[in-house]
């Protein structure tokens, strides 16, 4: 118990998380049992032990962070070290890859069941299904940490300590919203550098951005979709070839057949791959109003515009950047579904959004009940706003 100590007290110590997660004050930590979801890349691992810093200190005996990589685990499980972690006076166990550990679920209940003193928080995959896991269903609160918000970055790279609005606030006000935010910085000289490079915190890391990205994309295919999934490891250079082929189409309706016979499988197959690839956070699927899996996407496209950049020889088409971003925006707190025009979106079921060019405004007919979420613009007037701002919305 001391050598776990001993590493929680020195992780924490040394842990300085750049920006400060909105998520930490979304989450009622008084829950006992807590999941933050996440893909890979996104920084679950420092969001654990930020949060250890904030509310115990590196030096505090009723925190304990843990990690599923240690090998003192797969022998013991984590069952009898809770119990354990609990008699020496611990209150709060945090663990982290917590589906490398077989039978987690299991474990997690008998913690709950026989520890009602014990808090757990644990971080897994965005693959993982924790509310329909039979045996913490019903337990269990679920949380998604995403990557940086244009906000975030924004923060990150200035100082400034913008804080979100919502997508009402945005739509009503954004004038004033934008006219405040251009007083201290222009967000235009940063959008393109956080589309390439923003999204995974770890392009702070002195490492090859692009490099770093595919070798973690790799590791969402061949670990949060094979491993979780318990596919096996044969059929991994058919996901890995569909992924690349829904990639460099660009935002387009799957031809579920033609995919089927490129990779040599069945269409059923075919539509299991693009689920677990979008439970993965690599690509979004695209609904109309109303539609959901598994019947086939209106449309597919790529989870963030990073991930576009990285991928070659993808011709980054400006157009369908600023449609991933807009859609990878909207995505945590609404339902994004298919238009009936090219470029538009129906947001929660009501609200239509056009994503074009402010250079090109002048050819559009504008259309009273359409929000036009224009890039190359630093302002807007009316209904239509300056599609920046929407990363401010997380």
Known sequence: MEAFFRTHSYLVEHTNAPVRRTLMDEIDWSDRLIGIKGTRGVGKTTFLLQYAKEKFGPTDRQCLYVNMNNFYFQSWGFVNFAHKFVDSGGRVLLIDQIYKQPNWSIELRRCYDELPQLHIVFAGSSVMRLKETPEIKGIVKSYNLRGFSFREFLNLQTGEHFQPYTLNEIINNHEHIASRILQRVSPLAYFQDYLHHGFYPFFLERVNYSENLLKTMNLMIEMDILLIQQIDLKYLTKIKQLFYLLAVEGIHSP????????????????????????DARLINMIYGVGNSFPKK???VMLHNPNLMYAIFPIQSEKQAVMETFFVNSLWKDHIVSEGRKSHNYIIDDTRKFC?????????????????????NAQTGRGNHIPLWLLGFLY
């Open 297 to 299: 996407p209106s449309k």
């Open 255 to 278: 031809n579920i057949s033609v995919l089927a016979q490129d990779i040599n499988t069945s269409r059923a197959t075919v539509m299991n791959y693009v689920k677990y690839l979008a």
């Open 355 to 375: 994503i074009c060019d402010a250079q090109e405004a002048g050819r559009q007919r504008n259309n009273n009940e359409t929000v036009y979420a224009q890039y």
